[in-house]
Nanobody, 116 residues
Framework: QVQLVESGGGLVQPGGSLRLSCAASGVIFSSCSMGWVRQAPGKGLEWVSDVDCGGGRTYYADSVKGRLTITRDNAKNTVYLQMNSLKPEDTAVYYC?????????WGQGTQVTVSS
């Protein structure tokens, strides 16, 4: 059974930083592309970032480019999202996503709130 467990969310002031983690189990992690998607209050899902299976290629939404960095550690079955220069509009529930063989898997989400 595939499980994705996010952690690291919380309340941070504008301009601050957070690092989200997503630990995967029940899947051959190194065979999965991984990513993050977020949902702001009252809005739909927004794709944030992806990283390929080996970690060599990363992709970002324009809204987060230059501020958020996705990395993965295949030895630890974990993907990270380093979030710097956070803005109030980054407030959302952040979901970890794994894609394996065309099948999507999702975590339960972690809340990030950017507010003074």
């Amino acid at each position: 059974q595939v499980q994705l467990v996010e952690s690291g969310g919380g309340l941070v002031q504008p301009g601050g930083s957070l690092r989200l983690s997503c630990a995967a189990s029940g899947v051959i992690f190194s065979s999965c592309s991984m990513g993050w998607v977020r949902q702001a209050p009252g809005k739909g899902l927004e794709w944030v970032s992806d990283v390929d299976c080996g970690g060599g290629r990363t992709y970002y939404a324009d809204s987060v480019k230059g501020r958020l960095t996705i990395t993965r550690d295949n030895a630890k079955n974990t993907v990270y999202l380093q979030m710097n220069s956070l803005k109030p509009e980054d407030t959302a529930v952040y979901y970890c996503n794994a894609v394996l063989g065309g099948v999507d898997y999702w975590g339960q989400g972690t809340q990030v709130t950017v507010s003074s």
